[in-house]
């Protein structure tokens, strides 16, 4: 009999000091309140970290006239290093009558076994009616009269300025939209340079900036081959920039003789090679192929009258009324800065309602 007791002994030793982790603790912040007032109940269990736990589940009544107010919140906390940990659900509560409240305790489940909390013991007290006084009705008190402050009024002189603003737009709106006046566009017509006088002055433009004489031929004859192709276009009436050598020389071959073309077709042959097949020209080559635009250039100028190289100081003055998209536009505009003051106006109408009345 005495070898099974010591048996018992060994085996409930570990299980009783296990049970000895856990604490469980149950407190209240105040004790004795008057009705309807609330107060804090921390229901926390200390034990070794890693273990399951597990707090009551009440829906609204944690006892008969106890009531829980939302929300009701869980605060972890570590203890010896990450060994133990302290769990602690807080609920906040009340009771809206008389009364002694007793709570005898508050389970909880570590690991699937119930532990429990202390008691508590919480009164809610009323307030005594002076005898007399049992039936008697008191109204409500009148509202207390406290001055305007300015963080208070800047609500209502933004929405007054707001109205104010759009009143003034609108009404901008609404005169230019009955006025209608026409809209005015100044032209001055400047004086048209002559095709021959542009191109030449682009020529000398690029022989002045060292294109003969630049390592990046491509470039030269493309922007030589360019001015000349404009110049054509301009003079002879055909769209020599969309057009081949081949074809330039062919159209120009109509009004002119070939042999007064064989310097351009050079030229033309020269920059396609260059374009095409990476030629590489002497530098004598750059400057006479320069020449010999500039000389086709003088020999088929055309000259202009002088008249119409004058410029014209007179100004020419085009008149368009309103479309009447433009006046649909205006009256859309106007009507919505319109109801955005009507809003506006409403608004600071009230505010000053709840400032004042």
């Known amino acids: 009999m005495k070898r099974f007791l010591i048996y018992i002994s060994v085996i409930l030793m570990p299980v009783l000091a296990w049970g000895q982790n856990v604490v469980v603790q149950a407190e209240v912040d105040s004790m004795i309140m008057w009705i309807g007032q609330q107060t804090g109940l921390h229901l926390s269990v200390t034990c070794d970290a890693g273990q399951e736990v597990v707090f009551p589940v009440y829906r609204d009544t944690i006892v008969k006239d106890l009531e829980i107010l939302p929300p009701v919140k869980t605060d972890t906390q570590s203890v010896n290093n990450g060994q133990r940990m302290t769990i602690t659900r807080n609920y906040t509560v009340t009771c809206f009558d008389s009364a002694l409240i007793y709570i005898p305790y508050l389970p909880v489940y570590v690991d699937g076994v119930e532990y429990q909390s202390n008691r508590l013991a919480l009164a809610f007290m009323t307030f005594e009616i002076p005898e007399g006084q049992e039936n008697q009705i008191f109204g409500p008190k009148a509202n207390m009269k406290t001055p305007v402050r300015f963080y208070e009024a800047k609500g209502l002189v933004f929405y007054w300025l707001l109205a104010a603003l759009a009143c003034v737009m609108a009404f901008y709106l609404f005169v230019r939209y009955r006025d209608d006046k026409p809209i005015i566009r ?68 109509e009004s002119r003789d070939k042999d007064s073309l064989n310097e351009l077709r050079e030229l033309l042959s020269t920059s396609d090679m260059v374009k095409f097949a990476k030629f590489k020209p002497m530098l004598n080559e750059n400057d006479r192929n320069l020449v010999s635009a500039m000389e086709f250039v003088n020999e088929t100028k055309m000259e202009v009258p002088e008249s119409e190289l004058q410029p014209r100081e007179e100004e020419t003055i085009v008149e368009m009324k309103r479309s009447k998209g433009a006046r649909l536009a205006l009256l859309l505009a106007g009507a919505a800065i319109a109801a955005a003051g009507a809003v506006f106006f409403v608004l600071a109408v009230l505010k000053l309602y709840y400032l004042f009345f």
């Not at 002045?208 to 390592?215: K, L, M, T, V």
């Not at 491509?218 to 000349?228: A, F, G, P, V, W």
């Open 186 to 253: 100044r032209i001055k017509i400047e004086p048209k340079v002559p095709s021959h006088v542009k191109a030449i002055s682009e020529i000398e433009e690029l022989r002045n900036s060292g294109g003969p004489h630049s390592e990046d031929a491509k470039s030269y004859y493309t922007r030589l081959t360019d001015i000349l192709r404009e110049y054509i276009n301009d003079r002879f009436g055909f769209n020599a920039t969309e057009m081949t050598s081949y074809e330039i020389l062919e159209r120009l071959e």
